[in-house]
């Protein structure tokens, strides 16, 4: 079984703080997605990765930075936490390159940002 | 550019009757896949069921089968015989050409409760 874990479920942070989104896959996968999930907005991509050390922004990178230096490993950063940055965050893998291949999620982490 | 579109905010469907849920979408591309994720309330995205854009026949898993219109760019998730535990976020998904990227974009979901 593909797993997906997440370093939080829950986190409670202060506006100005760099927090850090750690998330860890076991299948070897090559491809790593951060998405956030809001009401009414669904899941939107913050960062990908292809490979180790390859990142590409998504649809919604601003206030983000992520790190992928080992395959298994993909950070998500929020350098200077801010209370818009309050979500659930979601990390993915997918083995890529099979066209009915799924991603595979995490649990996801609950932040709030006072 | 690829859209989904799910207009269903929200669904109340009485025990063991049948659900659709709606999905429409929008690309250029020949080639692409949907998908379909349950989100329970514990958070985590569960993955249903698949259809490639060439694949001949209707896509289903158990109770789950897709209703796909390709020409009207439709991919409705049907749920045979509801069940409690089919409470849930619904979320349609696409992605496109392989030979692009592995990325999946995602409607804004279906909040389905299923009513004793």
């Known amino acids: 079984d593909v797993k997906v874990t997440q370093s939080s479920r829950y986190l409670v942070k202060r506006t100005g703080e760099k927090v850090f989104l750690e998330c860890v896959q076991d299948?070897?996968?090559?491809?790593m997605f951060w998405y956030r999930q809001d009401p009414g907005l669904g899941l939107r991509l913050i960062y990908f990765?292809?490979?180790?050390?390859?990142?590409e922004k998504g649809d919604i990178p601003e206030g983000y930075s992520v790190s992928r230096e080992k395959k298994e490993r993909f950070s998500l950063i929020l350098e200077s936490a801010s209370t818009n940055q309050t979500s659930m965050y979601l990390c993915?893998?997918?083995?890529?390159?099979?066209?009915?291949?799924?991603?595979?999620f995490g649990p996801g982490t609950r932040l709030t940002v006072l | 550019a690829q859209k989904i579109t799910q207009t269903q905010p929200g669904m109340f469907v009485q025990e063991k009757e049948a659900v659709t849920l709606d999905c429409t979408y929008d690309?250029?591309?020949?080639?692409?896949?949907l998908f379909w994720y349950k989100q329970p309330s514990s958070g985590e995205m569960i993955f249903l069921i698949y259809q490639g854009s060439y694949d001949q026949q209707n896509a289903t898993e158990g109770r789950y089968s897709l209703n796909f219109q390709k020409a009207r760019k439709s991919a409705n998730l049907v749920i045979s015989a509801s069940q409690l535990g089919d409470s849930a976020m619904y979320f349609c998904a696409m992605r496109g050409p392989l030979n692009r990227d592995d990325k999946i974009i995602f409607g804004k979901g279906t909040r389905l409760h299923i009513l004793p």
């Open positions: 990765s292809y490979d180790v050390k390859m990142k």
């Open positions: 690309t250029s591309d020949p080639s692409y896949g």
């Open positions: 299948m070897d996968h090559e491809n």
């Open positions: 993915a893998s997918s083995r890529g390159g099979v066209a009915r291949d799924t991603q595979y």
